[in-house]
Structures are given as structure tokens and as C-alpha cells.
């Protein structure tokens, strides 16, 4: 089927049956609906007979990647670039004018079309646009220091929030570890000491006795989850998180109608390295458990890892980009959970205040005292 065919279906399939207007995906449901005269279109999930979306094995995927020609991992769809902060997202092929949901940049949108790598599944929007923005506004509301115009910025809605599907990798491994260290119990032995006074007291110091260590432990690590944009500071996933992946559905592209889907960035062979580093600590952590004692001292880990598998998914955010006097910051809202992060502008002014305010407290205590 050709690009212009399949888009063709798809916006078939998005189009009201009433009033032909396109149906967008309704946060928290399992329909589509029309804005204009209310007609609903279920959607309809197509779980795998287990019931559970299955992570692909680590080198399948690679070599489905060298080409991207194998639809089971791709599908063709129109992707727009952002010249100024680099983001690649899609839209839907209605679209013909928006703005960069992650700088607020206007969008040269030639409707291009490539052949994208298709996610496993993705988590759909749970809070809607209005939730969102009573959570942004009251997030605004509380923050410190910040200038009295920045506020007014979440005054009115004018849309200031983007739905926005972000890219995940979600990494599984089993993992056979070997180690060699060393194992720390301690002992107190009395020792004497002169104090302050010059009066001789007893105190206990700790000692350590070590002994070799030596074992296996077996790991197994599920979802994961790092990030693939590199549009949003790496911190955001963290400070949203964590995600409950329970309630991942399988791709359908009736879940992203009415919302932005920025692609990957991050590769899955960089994003892996990244999970390795945290499968790592964690590996450390329960070597250090079973080595047991008091204290650990680790030589070396020597780490198997096997049956390693990935899912490429999209997790939903309210996203609000904005400018203040020349700089790009960043909202997010966890379509989820509720949950917001985001980077604020400083009074300068308001800070001079407080630390002057200080200052003339602090004068004033050395006179009373």
C-alpha cells in the first residue's frame, strides 16, 4: 500500500460518519469523538491472545532497524522538523500550521513523508487539556520568586498546552553475575583518652575484620524505562516518573489523533547503554547484599547478560513551551498520573529584596544580642 493509500485509511478511519469531521481521542476513554455533533468511535484493541504486549529480542530488533522495510517494525507517516531546537514529531496528516510543542517555534510543515519505526505500545492521555491546565496553572501559582508578568503568561489558556506523545525504550535482561570481594564485620576494642578537662576517659573504636567473598547471583531486570527525545531535559522523565506500564496498549493510531508523537531521538543500541548503567548499580547493590556483614569491599563483577529484550513505546504528556525575554522553558504534566516539572524564570529583583531583607534582620539581631 502507498503513502498516500495508507493515509488515505487512516484519515478514513478518523473521519465523523455524521458530519465528516476528524474524531479525536478522548483523554481517559476508549473512544474517539467528534467535537462538532458528539458521535463516538470505540476503539478497538487488538491484545496479543497472552493478554500482554511482548518485548522483542535486543538483536531481532537491530537488524530490523538496518532497513526499516519489515512492517511488523515500521510504518510510513509524515514526520515535520523543528529547524530550531531539532524535535521530530508527528502530526497528523490534517495539520497544515502549528507550533514546536517542545520550543514554540512556528513549523515549516511539507508534509514529508518516511517510514518510522512503530512503537510496541504506548500509555494514552488520562488526564484531559482542561485537568492539565487547572495543574499547570496551580503549579504557576506556587512558585517563588518568580516575575509577576511570567504568571500572567498562564492567565488565559490560548493554548497553551500540547499533547504530546514522548518516546521510550523499555529494556528486560536476565543477568548471571560472578563476583570476588571481600566481607566486613566490626569489632569495638576499648581505648582511653583525655577530654576537654584534661580528665582521662574510656571510648570504644571500631575495627574491621575482613574475609574473602566470593559467589554468583542471578538477576532479572523488567521495564527499564529511558528516555529517546533529547527535546526535553533528561531530568523531566525523572521527575514525572515513575510509569506504570500495566496499562500499555497496543499501538493504534486512533490513540494519537488529536496529539503530537515526537520520534526517537535516543537509538535503542544509546538508550541501552544508559539501562546497562542502571542494571549495573543495581547489580552492585544486591552483590553487596549477598556478600552480607557489616561493610563490602567488591573486587570484581563479572555480569552475563541474556535474553535481552526492548519495547519501543510512546508515553503521553501536557506539554507547555514557552519564551520569556529571549529564553525557551519548558512544562510538563504528566498525562497519567498528574504529576508536573518544569523550568521557571527568576525575579532578579525579588531576590535582591530577600537577601537585602536578611542582611538588615541580621544587622539588627547583632545590636540586640
Known amino acids: 500500500m502507498s503513502f498516500e493509500e495508507k493515509t488515505s485509511e487512516i484519515e478514513q478511519g478518523l473521519k465523523c460518519q455524521g458530519c465528516g469531521a476528524i474524531l479525536t481521542y478522548q483523554p481517559g476513554t476508549s473512544y474517539l469523538a467528534c467535537s462538532y455533533c458528539g458521535t463516538r468511535n470505540e476503539i478497538a484493541d487488538q491484545l496479543p491472545e497472552n493478554g500482554r504486549i511482548e518485548s522483542t529480542d535486543y538483536k531481532v530488533f537491530g537488524a530490523a532497524m538496518e532497513g526499516l522495510e519489515d512492517e511488523r517494525y515500521s510504518y510510513l507517516a509524515e514526520v515535520v522538523h523543528c529547524g530550531n531546537c531539532g524535535a521530530n514529531s508527528r502530526l497528523n496528516a490534517h495539520v497544515t500550521a502549528d507550533l514546536c510543542a517542545f520550543c514554540a517555534s512556528p513549523l515549516v510543515i511539507d508534509h514529508q513523508q518516511k517510514r518510522i519505526v512503530k512503537p510496541h505500545g504506548l500509555v494514552p492521555f488520562s488526564v484531559d487539556y482542561k485537568n492539565a491546565f487547572g495543574l499547570l496553572t496551580q503549579w504557576a501559582g506556587k512558585i517563588w520568586f518568580a516575575p509577576n508578568d511570567f504568571k500572567r503568561i498562564f492567565n488565559s489558556r490560548n493554548d497553551r498546552l500540547k499533547g504530546v506523545y514522548i518516546p521510550f525504550w523499555s529494556y528486560d535482561a536476565d543477568v548471571h553475575s560472578d563476583y570476588v570481594g571481600s566481607r566486613g564485620e566490626y569489632y569495638y576494642v576499648t581505648r582511653t583518652r583525655r577530654n576537654s578537662d584534661g580528665e582521662t576517659e574510656e571510648y570504644q573504636e571500631r575495627r574491621t575484620n575482613w574475609y574473602p567473598a566470593s559467589g554468583s547471583i542471578y538477576s532479572q531486570f523488567k521495564d527499564i524505562v529511558i528516555s529517546g527525545s533529547t527535546s526535553l531535559p533528561e ?95 519548558q512544562i510538563m504534566v504528566n498525562a497519567f498520573n498528574g504529576k508536573v516539572y518544569g523550568q521557571r524564570p527568576y525575579s532578579f529583583w525579588k531576590l535582591a529584596f530577600l537577601i537585602l531583607a536578611i542582611l538588615i534582620v541580621l544587622y539588627v539581631l547583632s545590636f540586640m544580642g
Not at 506504570?244 to 535503542?268: C, M, R, W
Open 235 to 329: 531530568k523531566f522523565s525523572d521527575k514525572i516518573g515513575p510509569w506504570n506500564l500495566g496499562y500499555l496498549k497496543p499501538f493504534n493510531e486512533q490513540y494519537l489523533s488529536g496529539f503530537i508523537a515526537e520520534t526517537f531521538s535516543v537509538d535503542h543500541v544509546k538508550a541501552a547503554t544508559t539501562a546497562r548503567a542502571i542494571m549495573d548499580r543495581e547489580i552492585e547493590r544486591q552483590v553487596e547484599h549477598d556478600i552480607g556483614g557489616d561493610t563490602q569491599d567488591i573486587d570484581s563483577i563479572d555480569s552475563d547478560f541474556k535474553s535481552i529484550k526492548l519495547k519501543y513505546i510512546l508515553l503521553p504528556v501536557w506539554l507547555s513551551a514557552y519564551q520569556y525575554k529571549g529564553k525557551s522553558y
